[in-house]
């Protein structure tokens, strides 16, 4: 699959010298949320070179910015295309973009559009002038669940990796076969992995709002609280193993937590309301606990197969 | 819902009232609703909503702005201090290349 299209002048439908030149990054859905907000009407797209990137991401990175705006401006020749001297940029391209040396460099007056494509139409037809609510990053639940599957699927590459050893050190629980522990007790300690994924990576994003506490690190603590109590009570009824040591349950209530803190930590990335003095303040305290807590949960754990 | 917000007291949002000219960049572009135009002036209105994505500090033409830009992003954090510079969105490089520029903006 190719994400990155072409950066350059694209015609929507018919457009002549009046039509509304809007701005886009060269990242294939950007460009596609763009046409599909606009069926049947005539625009300008200039397509900037983020390599292919979102507008935001790339704003950010300063790819979707000033001096490549200006430049694309000259290099189409946009001033000879429209007799209009007024470029709409989305308004989640601002961070890359400085409007008043926009117009200072290339005459174009900069345009802040919606945050979503969808709200153009409405935008365009107003002349230019957004809705309340137009202008204000949502989070939603859909938009929270969006991002779940990536972040399972971050997380599962480290559960695959710690995997063999939970088989290996479970081969050493119990009395009997080596073979037959590894399946029961590895599989068991598997089952309380994936729940403190389930935790920090689904649990915790779908109810954000509505978890206690501000550091993302504290709201993903409940899930894996919650989640480290129904894991005691699942593994001795799902494995038929005898039921855990407190050794073990403690291990346990310490792991647990501590990975969907670090998950949930991680979230922040993903989210729309996390700045990075923010994010740095939290980490100061977070990390330091959730290693204390995983280091000291191994030991216990370790401690329990061998005892 | 009500606005989701993270930690308090935290952002580096800087805003000087007397170079604002009352024109509503900062307001226009920032999506998050910080900032409150009142008498003609800007007045910062929720400042713990702020994500120091630092797109008023870009378009403020009097440069009355100012803010240190990042991504609150904890992966990103993580990658720069074990020195990780290309997993595509979560590094921080371009935020080390940029802090030159940035200073230029008044960043």
Known sequence: ?307 | MSKLVYLKDVVTLQLNSESCSGCAMCATVCPRGVFEISHRKAKVADRDACIECGACAQNCPEGAVSVRVGVGCASAVINSMLGINNSGCCSMDQYENDKAAAKGTGC
């Open chain 1, 1 to 307: 699959m190719r994400y990155k299209i072409d950066p350059g002048l694209y015609a929507l439908g018919a457009p002549d010298a009046d039509s509304p030149v809007l701005i886009s990054a060269s990242f294939k859905m950007s460009f596609d949320l763009l046409r599909e907000a606009l069926p049947a009407r005539n625009a300008w797209v200039l397509v900037l070179d983020t390599d292919g990137i979102n507008v935001w991401c790339a704003a950010g990175k300063g790819t979707f910015g000033t001096e490549e705006l200006a430049g694309r401006i000259e290099s189409c020749g946009l001033s000879r295309v429209v007799k209009h001297r007024k470029i709409i940029v989305p308004q989640l391209g601002a961070p890359g973009i400085s409007a008043h040396e926009i117009q200072k460099l290339t005459g174009f007056k900069v345009a802040y559009g919606p945050i979503r494509a969808s709200d153009l139409p409405d935008f365009i037809d107003s002349g230019l002038k957004a809705r309340p609510g137009m202008r204000e990053k949502t989070f939603t639940t859909g938009e929270r669940l969006s991002l779940v599957p990536v972040e399972i699927v971050h997380a599962f590459k480290n559960f695959l990796m710690v995997l063999p050893l939970v088989f290996l050190l479970g081969g050493f629980s119990g009395q009997g076969m080596f073979v037959a522990n590894a399946l029961r007790f590895g599989g068991a300690t598997a089952l309380g992995l994936l729940m403190a994924i389930a935790a920090g990576c689904l649990v915790t994003p779908l109810l954000l709002p509505w978890l206690p506490g501000r550091a993302f690190s504290i709201k993903g603590l409940w899930p894996g609280i919650t989640f480290g109590v129904l894991f005691l009570v699942l593994r001795n009824i799902v494995s038929a193993l005898p039921a855990a040591s407190t050794l073990e349950s403690a291990a346990w209530m310490l792991l647990i937590p501590a990975i969907s803190a670090y998950l949930a930590m991680n979230f922040t990335g993903c989210s729309t309301f996390t700045s990075l003095s923010g994010v740095k303040k939290e980490m100061r305290w977070a990390v330091p606990a959730q290693i204390a807590a995983v280091v000291l949960g191994a030991m216990l754990w370790i401690t329990s197969v061998f005892i």
